[in-house]
C-alpha cells in the first residue's frame, strides 16, 4: 500500500523571520518529522520568505505568494493533505483562506496542521468546528494587534522622514546596518523592463508582462519566475521609483533611497 502523498509549505511574514523566530527551517523540520510519524510521501516543500498571510490581490482575487501559487499549480488529485505548521502559514485573512480552500476543495485535497492534526476543511463536527473558528480569532486578534503597534511606529518614522514602508520595494536593498534603500543592480533592470514595456505596450496584460520578464531572462531572487502579482507590485510603486515617497497619506522626504538610473523616461 502507497503511502499518503503529501505537499509541505513553509512562510514567514517579514525577511527577519527568516533567521528569526519559527524560520523557515524549523518549520520544516517539524513538518518532516510529522510527515515520518504519520507514514506521509512528502513529494515536495513549498516555501515563501518575509510575504505576510493576508497579502491578496483583490483586483482578480490571485494570491501575491510566489511558493503558494507554484504549489496550488502544481496539486492535482494524487496529492492528499498540504501539510502546513499551523493554519497560519498559509492564511491570515477570510479572503486568501477562501481562495486556497476553493482550490483545494476542487481537487479533493485537505489541509494538515502540525499543531493541530484533527484540523479539516471538510469538519463537520460542531466542537471541531468551534475550535478551529476560535484559534482563527485569536490569530487574527493578534495580527491585529501587532499590526497596529507597526502602523503606529511607521507613521512616527514616516513623519520624521524616514522610510517605514516594510520590505525594500522591488529594486532595492535594505543596508544592513543603516537601515538605508540601495538599488539592486540586477533587479533594478527588472523594474526598468515592466516599466518600458508598459509605455511601449500599453494594452499588455500584466500576465503578458510577466512572460516578457521571463523571455528576456529575468528571474526572482529565488530563482523563480516572475507572476503577475509581482508586476502589479511593480507598477502600484510608480511614485516610489520616480522619487516619491508616501505612507499613510504622509509624505516623506525619506532621503534613504536613490532612483534607478534611467528610469526616469519610463515612469
Not at 531572462?217 to 503577475?228: A, D, I, P
Request: aromatic share 8%.
Amino acid at each position: 500500500m502507497e503511502n499518503t502523498r503529501v505537499f509541505g509549505y513553509v512562510r514567514v511574514s517579514t525577511a527577519g523571520q527568516v533567521k528569526e523566530g519559527f524560520s523557515l527551517e524549523q518549520q520544516k523540520e517539524e513538518i518532516v518529522n510529522f510527515c515520518e510519524e504519520n507514514n506521509y510521501d512528502l513529494i515536495k516543500m513549498y516555501e515563501d520568505a518575509g510575504i505576510s498571510g493576508a497579502k491578496v490581490d483583490e483586483d482578480d482575487m490571485s494570491i501575491d505568494r510566489p511558493g503558494l501559487q507554484d504549489m496550488l499549480a502544481d496539486i492535482n488529485e494524487e496529492i492528499k493533505y498540504i501539510v502546513v505548521l499551523t493554519t497560519s502559514r498559509l492564511w491570515r485573512a477570510d479572503m486568501v483562506k477562501a481562495i486556497i480552500q476553493r482550490d483545494l476543495r476542487k481537487i479533493g485535497a485537505d489541509v494538515k496542521a502540525v499543531d493541530r492534526p484533527n484540523y479539516s476543511i471538510y469538519g463537520k463536527d460542531p466542537t471541531a468546528v468551534l475550535i478551529n473558528g476560535m484559534m482563527e480569532l485569536l490569530d487574527l486578534y493578534e495580527r491585529l494587534e501587532i499590526a497596529k503597534r507597526l502602523r503606529r511606529g511607521r507613521r512616527d518614522k514616516a513623519a520624521r522622514g524616514g522610510y517605514a514602508g516594510g520590505n525594500a520595494p522591488i529594486g532595492y536593498i535594505r543596508e544592513r546596518h543603516t537601515k538605508k534603500l540601495v538599488v539592486d543592480q540586477e533587479m533594478a533592470e527588472v523594474v526598468k523592463h515592466v516599466f518600458k514595456t508598459r509605455k511601449k505596450h500599453r494594452r499588455m496584460t500584466l500576465d503578458e508582462i510577466a512572460v516578457s520578464l521571463h523571455e528576456a531572462g529575468y528571474v526572482t531572487s529565488t530563482g523563480r519566475k516572475y507572476h503577475r502579482a509581482q508586476v502589479k507590485r511593480i507598477l502600484d510603486n510608480r511614485d516610489f521609483y520616480a522619487g516619491k515617497y508616501v505612507y499613510d497619506g504622509i509624505a516623506s522626504d525619506d532621503g534613504q533611497h536613490e532612483i534607478i538610473d534611467g528610469i526616469q523616461e519610463f515612469v
